[in-house]
Protein backbone atom coordinates (compact mmCIF):
# COMPACT_ATOMS: atom_id res chain seq x y z
CA UNK A 1 0.00 0.00 0.00
CA UNK A 2 1.41 3.28 -0.68
CA UNK A 3 2.30 6.02 1.63
CA UNK A 4 -0.58 8.21 -0.69
CA UNK A 5 -3.07 5.72 0.17
CA UNK A 6 -2.50 5.62 4.00
CA UNK A 7 -2.81 9.49 4.88
CA UNK A 8 -6.50 9.26 5.38
CA UNK A 9 -5.74 6.44 7.42
CA UNK A 10 -6.57 7.15 11.66
CA UNK A 11 -3.56 6.02 13.64
CA UNK A 12 -4.15 5.96 17.50
CA UNK A 13 -1.65 8.13 19.64
CA UNK A 14 -3.08 8.57 22.77
CA UNK A 15 -5.71 7.36 25.17
CA UNK A 16 -7.76 10.09 28.06
CA UNK A 17 -7.53 8.85 31.35
CA UNK A 18 -9.04 9.81 34.43
CA UNK A 19 -9.82 13.21 35.55
CA UNK A 20 -7.24 15.68 37.34
CA UNK A 21 -8.38 18.74 39.64
CA UNK A 22 -11.47 20.83 39.25
CA UNK A 23 -11.27 22.79 35.62
CA UNK A 24 -12.34 19.42 33.72
CA UNK A 25 -8.35 18.56 32.93
CA UNK A 26 -7.60 14.97 31.81
CA UNK A 27 -4.59 12.51 32.38
CA UNK A 28 -3.27 11.74 28.87
CA UNK A 29 -1.71 8.41 27.93
CA UNK A 30 0.45 8.57 25.60
CA UNK A 31 0.59 5.79 22.55
CA UNK A 32 3.60 7.71 20.25
CA UNK A 33 6.78 8.60 20.39
CA UNK A 34 6.16 12.35 19.00
CA UNK A 35 4.52 14.13 22.10
CA UNK A 36 5.54 16.84 20.44
CA UNK A 37 2.35 17.19 18.22
CA UNK A 38 -0.04 17.78 21.34
CA UNK A 39 -0.37 21.47 21.75
CA UNK A 40 -3.57 23.70 22.44
CA UNK A 41 -5.75 24.13 19.38
CA UNK A 42 -4.73 21.25 17.31
CA UNK A 43 -7.47 18.77 16.53
CA UNK A 44 -7.78 15.45 16.88
CA UNK A 45 -10.67 12.71 16.35
CA UNK A 46 -11.79 9.77 18.29
CA UNK A 47 -12.47 5.84 16.79
CA UNK A 48 -15.62 7.41 14.67
CA UNK A 49 -13.61 10.26 13.52
CA UNK A 50 -15.45 12.79 15.94
CA UNK A 51 -13.25 16.10 15.74
CA UNK A 52 -11.95 17.12 19.43
CA UNK A 53 -9.46 19.85 19.98
CA UNK A 54 -7.52 20.27 22.45
CA UNK A 55 -7.85 23.58 24.44
CA UNK A 56 -4.31 22.99 27.13
CA UNK A 57 -1.75 20.69 27.26
CA UNK A 58 0.73 20.27 29.46
CA UNK A 59 3.32 17.00 28.86
CA UNK A 60 5.25 17.43 31.91
CA UNK A 61 2.36 15.92 33.48
CA UNK A 62 0.78 14.11 30.76
CA UNK A 63 -2.87 16.63 31.12
CA UNK A 64 -4.79 18.20 28.47
CA UNK A 65 -8.41 19.89 28.97
CA UNK A 66 -10.41 19.45 26.03
CA UNK A 67 -12.47 22.52 24.11
CA UNK A 68 -15.26 23.29 26.11
CA UNK A 69 -14.88 21.00 28.56
CA UNK A 70 -14.24 23.01 32.09
CA UNK A 71 -15.79 20.72 34.72
CA UNK A 72 -14.86 17.45 36.13
CA UNK A 73 -18.09 16.18 35.42
CA UNK A 74 -18.26 16.98 31.93
CA UNK A 75 -14.38 15.41 31.11
CA UNK A 76 -15.69 12.12 32.35
CA UNK A 77 -17.63 11.69 29.38
CA UNK A 78 -14.57 11.31 27.59
CA UNK A 79 -12.78 8.54 29.90
CA UNK A 80 -10.98 6.00 28.13
CA UNK A 81 -11.56 7.25 24.92
CA UNK A 82 -8.55 6.67 22.18
CA UNK A 83 -7.21 9.95 20.23
CA UNK A 84 -6.10 9.43 16.87
CA UNK A 85 -4.76 11.54 14.11
CA UNK A 86 -3.94 11.21 10.71
CA UNK A 87 -1.23 8.52 8.78
CA UNK A 88 -0.58 12.02 6.84
CA UNK A 89 -0.94 14.97 9.29
CA UNK A 90 1.80 12.37 11.39
CA UNK A 91 3.97 12.62 8.01
CA UNK A 92 3.58 16.43 7.93
CA UNK A 93 3.86 17.19 11.69
CA UNK A 94 6.71 14.38 12.97
CA UNK A 95 10.38 14.92 12.22
CA UNK A 96 12.08 12.00 11.79
CA UNK A 97 16.08 12.16 11.42
CA UNK A 98 17.78 10.18 8.49
CA UNK A 99 17.37 6.40 8.88
CA UNK A 100 14.25 6.18 11.23
CA UNK A 101 10.84 5.22 9.92
CA UNK A 102 7.26 5.43 11.10
CA UNK A 103 6.06 1.87 12.24
CA UNK A 104 2.96 2.15 10.24
CA UNK A 105 5.57 2.46 6.97
CA UNK A 106 7.22 -0.54 8.14
CA UNK A 107 4.26 -2.74 9.69
CA UNK A 108 3.02 -5.05 6.18
CA UNK A 109 6.75 -4.86 4.40
CA UNK A 110 8.42 -8.13 3.27
CA UNK A 111 11.40 -9.37 5.10
CA UNK A 112 13.85 -10.95 3.08
CA UNK A 113 17.24 -11.73 3.46
CA UNK A 114 19.95 -12.38 0.66
CA UNK A 115 17.17 -12.47 -1.60
CA UNK A 116 14.73 -15.02 0.24
CA UNK A 117 11.42 -13.76 1.32
CA UNK A 118 10.94 -14.80 5.00
CA UNK A 119 7.77 -12.92 5.98
CA UNK A 120 5.90 -10.06 6.34
CA UNK A 121 5.75 -7.34 9.41
CA UNK A 122 2.82 -8.23 11.32
CA UNK A 123 3.51 -5.54 14.17
CA UNK A 124 6.62 -3.88 15.98
CA UNK A 125 6.64 -5.19 19.65
CA UNK A 126 8.89 -2.91 21.83
CA UNK A 127 10.33 -5.19 24.97
CA UNK A 128 12.11 -3.43 27.22
CA UNK A 129 14.64 -0.72 25.16
CA UNK A 130 14.75 -2.56 22.32
CA UNK A 131 11.70 -3.06 19.23
CA UNK A 132 11.37 -6.15 17.51
CA UNK A 133 9.94 -7.20 14.30
CA UNK A 134 7.15 -9.22 14.65
CA UNK A 135 7.10 -11.27 11.29
CA UNK A 136 4.87 -14.08 9.26
CA UNK A 137 6.86 -16.53 8.25
CA UNK A 138 6.38 -16.90 4.86
CA UNK A 139 4.02 -20.28 3.89
CA UNK A 140 7.69 -22.10 2.09
CA UNK A 141 9.37 -21.97 5.79
CA UNK A 142 6.24 -22.93 7.42
CA UNK A 143 6.08 -25.83 5.29
CA UNK A 144 9.84 -27.16 6.38
CA UNK A 145 8.21 -27.26 10.19
CA UNK A 146 9.61 -23.91 11.12
CA UNK A 147 7.61 -21.66 12.84
CA UNK A 148 4.60 -19.36 11.88
CA UNK A 149 6.33 -16.04 13.48
CA UNK A 150 9.63 -14.98 14.76
CA UNK A 151 10.88 -12.42 16.32
CA UNK A 152 13.94 -10.20 14.90
CA UNK A 153 15.49 -7.05 16.95
CA UNK A 154 14.94 -4.11 14.98
CA UNK A 155 18.81 -2.17 15.59
CA UNK A 156 22.12 -3.27 13.74
CA UNK A 157 23.33 -5.73 12.98
CA UNK A 158 19.63 -7.38 11.80
CA UNK A 159 18.52 -4.61 10.11
CA UNK A 160 20.50 -3.86 7.13
CA UNK A 161 18.07 -2.11 4.81
CA UNK A 162 14.80 -0.25 4.66
CA UNK A 163 12.49 0.66 1.46
CA UNK A 164 9.07 1.98 2.69
CA UNK A 165 8.89 2.73 -0.84
CA UNK A 166 8.46 -0.72 -2.06
CA UNK A 167 7.76 -2.07 1.34
CA UNK A 168 10.84 -4.44 1.84
CA UNK A 169 12.99 -4.57 4.41
CA UNK A 170 16.65 -6.47 4.02
CA UNK A 171 17.47 -8.44 7.26
CA UNK A 172 20.69 -9.97 8.00
CA UNK A 173 20.96 -13.46 10.57
CA UNK A 174 16.98 -13.27 10.47
CA UNK A 175 17.06 -16.67 9.25
CA UNK A 176 18.92 -18.17 11.64
CA UNK A 177 16.62 -16.78 14.46
CA UNK A 178 13.80 -18.56 12.95
CA UNK A 179 15.50 -21.82 12.11
CA UNK A 180 16.62 -21.73 16.26
CA UNK A 181 12.74 -20.73 17.02
Same mark, same amino acid.
Given at each position: ????? *? *? ?6 ? /? ?11 ? +? ?15 ? %?? =? ?5 ? %????? +? ?5 ? +? ?8 ? =? ?7 ? /? ?15 ? %?? %? ?6 ? =? ?22 ? =? ?34 ? /? ?9
Amino acid at each position: MSKRQ *N *NDRLLHIA /TLGRTVGLHGDMK +LNLHTDFPEQFIPGETF %FT =KERTPIV %FDAVN +LDRELVR +LQGIDTPEAA =KRYTNTMIY /TTYGRTRAVCHLEPGQY %FW %FDIVGAVA =KEEGARLGKVLEIERIGAVDYLQI =KTDDAFVKKGLPKQFLVPYQPPFIVNVNTDEGVIDL /TGALGILEAS
